[in-house]
């Protein structure tokens, strides 16, 4: 968990997005983001657009999926795409229209920290605990960067479902030999940086729960074996969901 809130200026941009500017034209166009040195979107984005725009903001709503049908992020905006901008903009309490516009992209401006990372994860929580770093996996080491952050922003989907209460990440990335050194199952998702062990506030029920609407195909939780400690989210092509006590 990293930080609590924006600074009284990052507000007031938010502020400013969302009202226009007084005697300014009928269609604002986005503010510049609270973190510029990360994305900032140019247009407003809708059903039919493509390309890099479209898949940075699905690495922004992918936690906010149907449930059991995780967002693609292959830069394509369609129907499936602006269910879950809907979803998000019905989360935080904006105008659901599953447009992405300026208000929206000011709330991902609120969110988004100059390296990308969402409000509330870094990516030091997820770095091997045998001290690799992010190296030594089953992937390049930008492959894994990746696949974290994409890993990140679901979780701080889930994190906001569930009151905002924090999430706490005892595993995420494995280098190969971390994993072999702890019993980790072999091509574990671990050494891949699409999987995170959690903890936190929430019951780990809940967390599991919750997850299957968060873009998470692997869940493990509790009445799985060696799963009574933690909840194992990951990303994964087919479902696998095996937490006995909870659903």
């Known amino acids: 968990m990293k930080r609590t809130g924006r600074s009284v200026l990052a507000l007031l941009g938010a502020f400013t997005l969302s009202l226009g500017l007084a005697g300014g034209a009928g269609v604002v166009d986005p503010a510049?983001?609270?973190?510029?040195?990360?994305?900032?979107?140019?247009?407003?984005l809708s059903q039919g657009d493509s390309?890099?725009?479209?898949?940075?903001?699905?690495?922004?709503?992918?936690?906010?999926?149907?449930?059991?049908?995780?967002?693609?992020?292959?830069?394509?905006?369609?129907?499936?795409?602006?269910?879950?901008?809907?979803?998000?903009?019905?989360?935080?309490?904006?105008?659901?229209?599953?447009?992405a516009?300026?208000?929206?992209?000011g709330q991902i401006y609120e969110l988004q920290d100059a390296d990308c990372t969402p409000a509330h994860f870094a990516f030091s929580e997820?770095?091997?605990?045998?001290?690799?770093g992010f190296s030594g996996g089953n992937t390049s080491t930008s492959n894994v960067r990746t696949n974290?952050?994409?890993?990140?922003?679901?979780?701080?989907?889930l994190r906001h479902k569930l009151g905002d209460r924090p999430l706490y990440v005892s595993s995420g990335f494995r280098s190969v030999s971390h994993n072999d050194a702890v019993g980790g199952a072999p091509?574990?998702?671990?050494?891949?940086?699409?999987?995170?062990?959690?903890?936190?506030?929430p019951s780990l029920c809940d967390i599991a729960r919750e997850a299957r609407?968060?873009?998470?195909?692997?869940?493990?939780?509790?009445?799985a074996a060696g799963h009574n400690d933690h909840t194992?989210?990951?990303?994964?092509?087919?479902?696998?969901?095996?937490a006995p006590n909870c659903f």
């Not at 609407?213 to 009445?223: Q, R």
Request: with cysteine; proline share 4%.
């Open 232 to 242: 194992h989210l990951d990303t994964r092509s087919g479902r696998y969901w095996n």
């Open 148 to 157: 974290v952050l994409r890993n990140m922003w679901k979780l701080e989907a």
């Open 51 to 99: 390309g890099s725009d479209v898949r940075e903001l699905q690495v922004r709503v992918a936690g906010w999926a149907a449930y059991g049908d995780p967002v693609d992020i292959d830069g394509i905006y369609g129907p499936e795409t602006a269910s879950a901008v809907e979803r998000f903009q019905r989360g935080y309490g904006l105008a659901v229209d599953g447009i």
């Open 126 to 132: 997820f770095t091997s605990n045998d001290g690799s």
């Open 213 to 223: 609407s968060s873009g998470f195909n692997g869940i493990i939780g509790p009445g």
């Open 187 to 201: 091509n574990s998702k671990h050494t891949y940086g699409t999987a995170a062990d959690l903890t936190g506030a």
């Open 101 to 105: 516009g300026p208000e929206t992209y």
């Open 32 to 44: 510049p983001a609270a973190a510029d040195s990360c994305y900032t979107w140019g247009e407003t």
